[in-house]
């Protein structure tokens, strides 16, 4: 699955592919603007110069998919306060421990003396609360439709063994909200979508249909290699050119068009859709994040320690917002490899393995 999708005679017919393609589209649309939603995606367009091969009439913008990337300032010193003020063990993955907020980040926390421990999926957590029963383990619940299954059933698990000083920071989002914010925004023109591998393995595909059906753009759900992405992308533009709107999935070999069933149902049972969540560089959207559901709402960290959601605004200066928006690049923003760099960040997209600003600094694209 890996060296059939890096075959060089296979590329070249893609690229072909996309450049007849191409012709057929109305210069008056020319440049295509495509988002890939998925910063894994954009950092496999980065790692392999797919943007070195293609005509210069595809433009990428790098979409809202890293998880990290779109978490805002408030929510990290949110996190600061339970595990500073409240002496809770706090449990987060190890993306979100650099990511600034305006109390420093989890790590600044950490070595003032804050118990913060870097955990691989939240059963870990768990773990750690039956290993210390005297002390509150909260987990900082992060991601989108791709990690919230691993929650789901971690509380169903903590309710079923009565794990009662366990509890959840919920800061899961879902995909669809923030894709319908940008196309709803008049500054930011999409022409069509590569769609996430990851997430639409839970979700399917039908999650995108609202792309094609209420905005009349393509959406084409790629995989990771750069075949995947490159056949997705002839996909698109093939759509484009025959000026038609669907969504497509080049990932069948991972992703089915009515996703996993199973962690569907664990999420349905244990979350439901919040009346609004924030997004750095997007704002509030309404119903695009998840709260725990009544019956699990006993875990919700912020209702048991009495937190609210801070909101904090961006640092001086810092250009995450308008490059989550797809309206500057990288390394056009003024901070870019000078005051903001992957060992001293300033925003999420240079902390996180998935970030916009990381994978520029990484393969140095731009500069
Ligand atoms: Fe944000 Fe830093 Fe990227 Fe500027 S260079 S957009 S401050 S992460």
Redesign the pocket.
């Known amino acids: 699955f890996v060296d059939e999708f890096r075959d060089p005679a296979a590329v070249k017919a893609a690229l072909a592919q996309i450049e007849s393609a191409l012709t057929q589209v109305p210069a008056s649309r020319k440049p295509l603007q495509i988002m890939e939603v998925c910063g894994g995606h954009t950092h496999a367009i980065f790692k392999f110069a797919l943007g070195q091969l293609l005509p210069d009439d595809i433009e990428f913008v790098h979409g809202p998919g890293c998880p990290v990337c779109v978490l805002p300032r408030g929510r990290i010193d949110d996190a600061i306060t339970l595990a500073e003020e409240h002496g809770v063990i706090l449990c987060s993955y190890g993306d979100a421990l650099r990511v600034p907020g305006d109390k420093g980040s989890l790590q600044d926390a950490k070595s003032r003396g804050a118990d913060i421990r870097v955990v691989y999926s939240p059963l870990d957590a768990l773990a750690l609360a039956r290993e210390y029963p005297n002390k509150q383990v909260a987990f900082f619940a992060l991601g989108f439709e791709t990690t919230a299954p691993a929650t789901a059933l971690t509380l169903k698990q903590a309710a079923l063994d009565g794990v009662e000083n366990f509890s959840v920071l919920c800061h899961h989002i879902t995909i669809g909200p923030p894709l319908r914010a940008i196309l709803d925004d008049p500054g930011i023109r999409i022409d069509g979508f590569i769609g996430p591998g990851h997430v639409s393995m839970i979700t399917g595909e039908q999650v995108y249909d609202f792309i094609a059906e209420d905005y009349a753009k393509p959406l084409v759900i790629a995989g990771f290699e750069p075949l995947d992405l490159l056949q997705a992308l002839a996909m698109v533009v093939k759509q484009i050119a025959a000026a038609e709107a669907r969504v497509e999935n080049q990932y069948r070999r991972a992703v089915t068009s009515v996703g996993n069933r199973i962690a569907q149902q664990a999420m349905g049972e244990v979350f439901m859709p919040a009346p609004e969540s924030d997004w750095r560089g997007l704002g509030a959207i309404p119903e695009s994040g998840l709260m725990l559901s009544e019956a699990f709402r006993p875990y919700d960290a912020e209702a048991r320690f009495g937190i609210g959601r801070t909101s904090v605004a961006e640092?001086e200066?810092?250009?995450?917002a308008?490059?989550l928006r797809g309206q500057?690049k990288?390394h056009q923003?003024?901070?870019?490899?000078t005051?903001?760099k992957p060992q001293m960040?300033?925003?999420?997209?240079?902390?996180s393995s998935e970030?916009?600003?990381a994978a520029y600094y990484q393969y140095r694209a731009g500069v």
């Open positions: 640092p200066g810092c250009g995450c308008r490059v500057l990288p923003c003024p901070l870019f490899g005051i903001c960040p300033v925003g999420a997209l240079m902390v970030g916009a600003c």
